[in-house]
């Protein structure tokens, strides 16, 4: 019997624009709440929507502030997967990797604990520094990984938030790093509400990771754009999109999510928030898998 597994998606973006899949874009779910059973309505959404191909995604702050450890959450992820009889490979991501003291441990948990997939994220600093700590961290993190598997690593140009990422920039950046398959650029979109994309950008930007032979460009704090933006996203060469605020949202706001815990700090009372009621659960499932039967849909996944 198939069992369920965790991979790299690098073979795909490797072979993304020999596969003729061009107007396609690859979803990156961030799970920051009831993991477990957010992870069970992501699987039904999938097998209804006949895709292997999306990401689940947590971010280093993520890994803090919802108190989730890179085993706890890939524990979680696979036993959703086995609840719902989820048999394919699961790509498991850690996002927004920042250098500080305890990265390279962090890294090490993260690979062991199957997160094969890994963005590092020096967008905060000079572009010269930029492309020194993500050579460093490359080369570390290929020396990391298990034999016979490569892990797909993304670099990143251009701070969620910030102005947007120069065409010249992301050539240097890509001239001078070496072992990444894919570049999260900045093109006017934020972490939450707000933000304009600016879709000329989007295209010239996508047409210079390509010349340097990557699937495409990453865009990040998607999840609130409009249905039309979303649908774009594709047609214009973004290759990976980022979702997560929409979905915590989704949680958060529902009628039937207990008030005064959704005024508390996630982390805190994590093990509050896992013991509400299945009943009530399974309502804010039912709108949670509807999301991402939304997301799915907008890329065509």
């Known amino acids: ?19 003729s899949l061009e107007k396609f874009s690859v979803p990156a779910f961030n ?5 477990f059973d ?21 971010a280093q702050s993520e890994m803090n502030y919802t108190k989730q450890s890179p085993k706890y959450f890939s524990k979680n992820i696979l036993k959703a997967a086995e609840a719902e009889d989820y048999k394919e490979q699961i790509f498991l991501q850690a996002d927004h990797f920042r ?21 590092i994220d020096c967008s905060s600093l000079s572009l010269s520094e930029n492309i020194k700590e993500t050579n460093y961290y490359i080369e570390f993190i290929k020396k990391c990984q298990p034999k016979g598997l490569e892990i797909n690593i993304g670099g990143e140009l251009g701070d969620i938030g910030s102005s947007n990422t120069r065409a010249e920039e992301l050539e240097e950046f890509l001239q001078k790093v070496k072992g990444i398959n894919k570049v999260a650029v900045q093109t006017g979109t934020v972490h939450g509400k707000g933000g304009a994309i600016d879709w000329q950008l989007v295209q010239n930007l996508s047409q210079i ?33 980022h979702l997560a605020t929409k979905i915590m949202q989704t949680i958060l706001e529902h009628p039937s999510f207990p008030y005064k815990i959704s005024k508390q700090e996630i982390g805190a ?27 799915f849909n907008c890329l065509k996944s």
């Open 31 to 35: 799970l920051r709440i009831l993991t």
């Open 99 to 119: 250098p500080n003291a305890n990265l390279e441990k962090l890294i090490k948990k993260s690979i062991k604990a199957g997160f094969y997939n890994i963005d």
């Open 38 to 58: 957010s992870a069970r309505a992501l699987f039904k959404a999938a097998k209804k929507c006949r895709t292997n191909l999306f990401i689940i995604e947590l």
């Open 209 to 241: 990771a390509k010349k340097y032979g990557l699937a495409g460009i990453v865009q990040h704090g998607a999840s609130t754009l409009s249905e039309a933006d979303l649908r774009r996203l594709p047609q214009c060469g973004v290759r990976e999109v």
């Open 269 to 295: 009372f994590k093990d509050k928030i896992n013991k509400i009621p299945q009943a009530v659960k399974n309502k804010i499932m039912e709108a949670v898998e509807e999301k991402f039967l939304y997301f």
């Open 1 to 19: 019997m198939r069992k369920v597994f965790v991979s790299s998606i690098a073979p795909f973006y490797k072979n993304f624009v020999r596969a």
